[in-house]
């Protein structure tokens, strides 16, 4: 019964400092899920449905910062052309600003990369993934992006979740 509440407890822990991402390079994530700067292209073509992402930026601030709390900042890219698609599109980046929050995300995604993971920091990342995924499918373009990144102390983003309305293009953890 003890290792039960305790268990509960550490993942509502974790899963309250998960609720505290967020993302903001429009970099491929790769197989380990790190992202460096890279170079967006812009086009004057697209013309962003700002009523759509609006509604998904505050839906993800609600989910993320909840109680007042400052876990993530949300930010919206439009007139990218990366290599998720040649067409222009937005990216609804959700970015962990709090250090620790930041640093407890660090540990857990070292420790589902390196399959050491416990049931508590898999279902953090799940969660977190699912959100995403909840998000991104009301997102009226196939082509817009919602994805939540961890920044690393060497000045990469660590990618937890990254999906567009039609499929995750980082995988859900098992």
Known sequence: MKKIVGAISVLSLLLI??????????AKTSKS?????SSVATSDTYVANTKNLKAV??????E????GSNVVKVEVQDNVVDDT???PHSV????????????????????????NADDAQLTTIYDIQNKVESAAKKLESENNLVKYVNPD?????IVIAMANKTENIVPLVK
């Open 57 to 62: 930026v505050k839906e993800l601030n609600s």
């Open 33 to 37: 899920s790190v992202i460096e700067s």
């Open 85 to 87: 698609s040649s067409d």
């Open 17 to 26: 400092m998960s609720a505290c991402s967020n993302s903001e390079n429009d």
């Open 153 to 157: 102390t060497d000045g990469n983003n």
């Open 92 to 115: 609804i980046e959700v970015r962990v600003i709090d250090d620790t929050t930041r640093k407890a995300m660090q540990e857990t995604k070292d420790a589902v990369d390196s399959n």
């Open 64 to 67: 993320f910062n909840k109680d």
